[in-house]
């Protein structure tokens, strides 16, 4: 009788320790898969600011160049009225 109240003891802390494995192992890998995610919108994020960030500064280099050319422009009126 005491070695059917131990064996049943024994199974039953080997099946806490199981399911407590488990456990750790499935929230771990949800945990990793969350920051995997994270990493990736990140990413993306910083990719639609880049690709922004090169459109404001083809834009700015478009409107440098005008200005250069009406720059150039008024010099040469100014030149020719002196």
């Given at each position: 009788m005491v070695a059917d109240?131990?064996?049943g003891l024994w199974f039953v802390f080997g099946l806490t320790v199981l399911?407590?494995?488990v456990a750790?192992?499935?929230i771990w890998q949800v945990a990793a898969t969350r920051r995997a995610k994270a990493a990736v919108d990140t990413a993306d994020a910083y990719?639609?600011?880049a690709e922004q960030?090169?459109?404001v500064q083809r834009e700015t280099s478009q409107q440098l160049a005008?200005?250069?050319q009406s720059l150039t422009a008024l010099q040469q009126i100014l030149k020719d009225v002196e």
């Open positions: 109240d131990w064996m399911v407590t494995v750790v192992v499935v990719r639609r600011l960030v090169a459109a005008e200005i250069r």
